[in-house]
């Protein structure tokens, strides 16, 4: 499924986490290092960070499965899910 996902672009570049080479802590040094860069230059920075470990937990699963199948995913994969 994973691949699938990769192979259409159904990911923006700004996720990190669960993607190879991708990782949460290649994420925290990119931001530190566009911080750096814009203290550098006397702008300000706002930031964010929101601890979505539990967000899972939480998905409405036949939902997901919905857009699976919209986005072609087979079937296979929504009753694995459902499972």
């Not at 699938?4 to 994420?27: A, C, E, H």
């Not at 203290?39 to 699963?61: H, R, T």
Request: net charge negative; with cysteine.
């Amino acid at each position: 499924m994973m691949k699938f996902f990769l192979d259409n672009d159904f990911f923006s570049n700004m996720q990190y986490g669960f993607i190879k080479d991708r990782s949460t802590v290649l994420q925290l040094l990119s931001s530190i290092d566009e911080w750096t860069l814009n203290l550098e230059s006397g702008k300000q920075i706002d930031c964010k960070y929101m601890d979505s470990e539990k967000a899972f937990d939480k998905v409405p699963y036949r939902h997901l499965i919905s857009k699976l199948q919209t986005y072609g995913i087979l079937m296979i994969a929504g009753h694995a899910m459902n499972s």
